[in-house]
């Protein structure tokens, strides 16, 4: 039986980029797609493990939330010999529309919103590119492109989507 000679995961963590760029494209393929699913099945435990922590630790860590009367952020405690730190962060979303009037009423006594209050403007892509072309233009030097990461997938021509 012939096994073919491929280049493993690990094996492939140890190799020099250059020499990864200068293997065949069916060899990059092969190891995108296993890297791809080795990545899912990591997460998947990954969430499968912290599921089983969460079950193991919630109620004990809400009882020392509770205890220290804080909704969220951290506690520590033991388990034998093992520290547990149960972390909850605090997630804060604000009223725009209440905000605006809040930014309005500042402004109207006279105060500078600016001072108590971060600002940020912003224009979603798809409506900025639904704009017409005199509006586009009138914004334009106000908009800066940045690059995203190149991602490249690589798949047989019966594979490609």
């Not at 250059?18 to 393929?29: D, F, M, R, T």
């Not at 009423?105 to 590119?129: C, L, M, N, T």
Request: proline share 4%; glycine share 4%; aromatic share 4%.
């Amino acid at each position: 039986m012939n096994i073919p000679n491929h280049i493993t995961l690990e094996a492939l963590k140890h190799m020099p980029v250059g020499e990864i760029a200068g293997l065949p494209a069916a060899e990059l393929a092969r190891l995108q797609q296993e890297t791809t699913k080795a990545l899912r099945s990591a997460k998947m435990a990954c969430e499968w493990l912290d599921g089983a922590l969460a079950l193991k630790y919630a109620d004990q860590a809400d009882d020392l939330r509770r205890t220290a009367q804080k909704d969220t952020g951290t506690v520590r405690f033991a388990d034998g010999e093992i520290m547990v730190k149960a972390d909850l962060p605090k997630r804060v979303a604000w009223d725009q529309t209440q905000l605006a009037r809040m930014i309005e009423r500042i402004r109207q006594a006279g105060d500078d919103p600016a001072e108590i209050i971060d600002i940020s403007y912003k224009v979603a892509e798809r409506k900025f590119a639904a704009w017409p072309s005199s509006m586009q233009e009138a914004f334009r030097d106000a908009r800066t492109v940045h690059p995203g990461k190149l991602k490249i997938t690589l798949s047989d021509e019966g594979d490609a989507q």
